[in-house]
DNA sequence: AAGTGGTCTAGACCACCAT
DNA sequence: TGGTGGTCTAGACCACTTC
């Protein structure tokens, strides 16, 4: 039995931070499989409902995932996404070597009386014989599932939008058959816990810390094509975000930032 | 004794719902005392500790807040930060009728070689003459700590900044004494949870989310003047970010920006 | 002094998964 | 079928807050 009780600090946290620096040193590489509750409890001579608690932290903070209703393995490192790039998900995983998704959970045409306020009044609606194309889908990278998305387009913008392979990038369809160009946007952004409603559509564990984004996407003639309720699992993704005033857009410093956010991407790696 | 077991959802989810549900229905408003866990635990017939496991989904979800180590309380509405606003967390707080405070954790000058290379590349120095200011403040809204900020500046810009009052805006001293303007910033998003160590200088509960922000920030003429690793808490605050390609800047879409930024205030409230 | 949250125990039962 | 995670219980002790 390893003894590893020292004042103070409880025992869940001294046993999950013992684990975080196993993992961390290689000791326990990347899809290794952690030593069941029952184990642990044993190991350290304490109770499995303190095990547990050990091993709860390491899932919250990214450390640990469980599969399934089963075991805990150490987790791959985060994904990285670039929230401030005109770029989505699924270009900037395939960018970066990883092989992008989708689960289709709902493809609908609704009509404009369906919509609650607040996806009418982004996408600017105001004819009653207007419909919306509704999409729910879930991301994945390399199989995982890593985001749930909502998503709201105008249907009189995308004729027919539904019979296009919706698993692909929806961003890259509007692109290459709609001519559409997303020029900017405006995001809120709350932290959550992920809805048990929600974790079972995707997949995982309820709970899981996660940034919720309410986004109205735009042309580049100010146009608003796009709103969508995305939910994404905080620990599997690292997120990056650029901003600037007006100002110093004009006077030309986007090389600037390309350079900055090279650097913190070199650094990530 | 009240009963509300229904099959297949936990107990502990369950008594957190009806306690949510007595939350947004105003039955309980904001700052009023939630009750006991023991009393919690006779009310519903449960043990103490699934009552503690229902309280503690409500605390991580921010709609309940423990004070010290004492009793639990319904939490008032969260506070708005505009992540891509020039104007920082204290001008913001102001104009949305909040007061906002500091407490000052750590004020020092460090020389080049105290410095990690991260905050050293960030900051673009390569004399090894230069000293850096390092100032670490616990920020405040109302009086409650919402935010930890570590920040580091180059001396040679802002000569005896340490000798200003640092629990004052520091971005207003930046302006007012020294004429510098913050044109633009690159910023790194994480979520994660509040760390021990963190979670004893702001005096709240461990393992709380929170929004970790890593920071640098230019003046208009290209000049790195700031990094910053900043911890929000992301049980007390809604983020909002604005983002665009340089193209749509340029096409002149910042008062879009404004009207759809005003509809997503507007809504909030 | 009484009450409270924070921690911990040593069991238990169940549904589900892997073998 | 045996092991696993998910849940739940009925206690317990301690440090601290509140009165």
């Known amino acids: 039995m390893a003894e590893i009780r020292t004042p103070n600090r409880p025992i869940y946290r001294q046993v999950a931070e013992q684990i975080a620096e196993e993992i961390e040193a290689g000791i326990l590489p990347a899809d290794a499989r952690i030593s069941s509750e029952r184990e642990l409890a044993e190991r350290y001579g304490i109770s499995r409902m303190t095990a547990r608690a050990a091993i709860n ?15 805990a393995y150490v987790a791959q490192p ?53 419909f919306v194309y509704h999409i729910v889908r879930v991301r994945t990278a390399n199989g995982e599932p890593i985001a749930l998305e909502d998503s709201y387009f105008p249907a009189h913008l995308f004729p027919d939008l539904l019979d296009f392979n919706l698993t692909d990038s ?9 001519g559409v160009e997303p020029a900017g946007s405006v995001q809120e952004l709350e932290i959550s816990l992920l809805d ?28 608003p094509f796009e709103f969508a309720h995305d939910i994404y699992r905080g620990d599997r993704i690292l997120f990056i975000a650029r901003t600037a005033s007006p100002e110093s857009f004009l006077a030309g410093s986007g090389l600037l930032w390309q350079r900055a956010l090279d650097n913190l991407q070199a650094e990530g790696a």
């Open 196 to 223: 048990a409603e929600w974790a079972e559509i995707m997949g995982v564990a309820v709970d899981l810390p996660t940034l919720e984004i309410w986004r109205q996407a735009f042309t580049a003639d100010n146009a």
């Open 170 to 178: 929806i961003y890259g369809i509007l692109r290459k058959y709609f």
């Open 78 to 130: 985060k994904f990285r996404f670039d929230l401030s790039s005109p770029g989505g998900l699924h270009e900037q995983l395939r960018k970066a070597g990883v092989e992008p998704g989708a689960k289709l959970i709902t493809a609908e045409m609704l009509p404009y009386d369906a919509l609650s306020p607040r996806v009418a009044q982004a996408l600017a609606l105001d004819d009653e014989e207007t």
């Open 57 to 71: 932290i390491l899932v919250q903070r990214g450390l640990i995932v469980r599969r399934n209703r089963s075991r």
